[in-house]
């Protein structure tokens, strides 16, 4: 866990120094210009997306007056930035915030709490973030469902050593949005017997699109507390996102773990910040993450076994994700 925070850490000192903006005046033209800029030197996929950012520039300035008013300037640099499909890519005002979720809301949603409650009911037991119960099968059931939520090593402790008794858990991260990087490390040590090769990441270097430093490797290193040996099938639908996607990146590296459900939302991208003239704030993507085969994962991953719940099941009140994982586990 310690080499992505090292790392992290010095992609920030490194980023921050040479974040020297140009200077624009707080005008309807001079947001339009500095939000490009930013994005034109900082923004880490253009490439990866195959994006002409100066042909986006092109259309977009023609929309731009001075005799718009704020909204109508937030709509349009809103609109701009969809343009690259980045779910860690907004912009902050007052009154709105700019935001891309198609990357989720147009696919199935793969999940239901109210169906869910069918299988844990509401005796479940609760540690920091981890919602679990042991069904009437033998199987182990975990539901994490945000990496935001904490963990502590002494709750995933006592939840493996509880499970140990099961044929094996289903660890359910489904509507994970993500979260906090450390969390997912953490969870994932869990589930590595050795230190694992499991990504690299970039920083930008120049204000090129193409300008970035060498891939820095990422590890897993096992924890030092309760690691599970059997067999684990992990859930994902779209609205796996962030580090909830980094932690499915880790899970493909382990050797008991089968990956059940739909391809993961993406957002492979560490996010940075930066301002406007006028003061509304702006998130994108800098580093790119990338697995252990140097691969880009920021349109999702796909699962060893890509299952939807069917409308039939949904109608009975099951869940089809989670009895495929119970049959996965109770196979020879």
């Known amino acids: 866990m310690g080499y992505r925070f090292i790392i992290i850490l010095l992609c920030s000192i490194f980023f921050t120094s040479c974040f020297e903006e140009d200077k624009y005046i707080n005008t309807k033209k001079g947001n339009f210009e500095a939000l490009w800029k930013i994005m034109d030197e900082h923004y880490c996929f253009f490439s990866y997306k195959n994006i002409d950012w100066n042909e986006v520039y092109a259309r977009y300035s023609e929309r731009i007056s001075e005799s718009m008013d704020n909204e109508a300037l937030f709509t349009v640099l809103g609109e701009m930035l969809a343009e690259v499909q980045d779910g860690h890519v907004n912009m902050v005002a007052n009154h709105d915030v700019a935001r891309y979720w198609k990357w989720f809301e147009d696919y199935p949603d793969n999940f239901d709490s109210k ?13 920091g973030g981890l919602k679990y119960k042991i069904l009437d099968d033998n199987v182990g059931y975990i539901y994490y469902g945000s ?10 402790n006592q939840v493996l050593d509880r499970m140990a008794v099961c044929d094996g858990i289903i660890l359910d991260i489904r509507d994970n949005g993500g979260g906090l990087l450390t969390n997912s490390d953490k969870l994932a040590s869990h589930f590595f017997n050795q230190k694992t090769l499991v990504g690299y990441i970039m920083h930008k270097t120049g204000k090129g699109h193409d300008d970035f430093s060498k891939p820095y490797e990422i590890y897993v290193e096992p924890s030092d507390g309760v690691k599970y040996q059997k067999k684990v099938v992990l859930l994902t639908n779209r609205s796996c996102y962030s580090a909830a996607n980094d932690f499915v990146n880790s899970m493909r590296y382990t050797p008991n773990v089968t990956i059940v459900g739909d391809r993961t939302g993406g957002g492979s991208g560490l996010p940075f910040s930066s301002e406007l003239p006028n003061g509304w704030s702006i998130r994108f993507s800098a580093s790119p993450i990338l697995d252990a085969g140097k691969n880009h994962t920021e349109f999702g991953i796909n699962p060893d076994i890509e299952i939807d719940m069917t409308d039939e099941d949904i109608a009975k009140g099951l869940d089809t994700i989670i009895e495929k994982a119970r049959l996965i586990i109770k196979s020879n």
């Open 147 to 156: 990496f935001s939520s904490g963990i502590g090593e002494a709750n995933i």
């Open 115 to 127: 169906i869910q409650k069918n299988y844990i009911g509401t005796d479940y037991s609760i540690a």
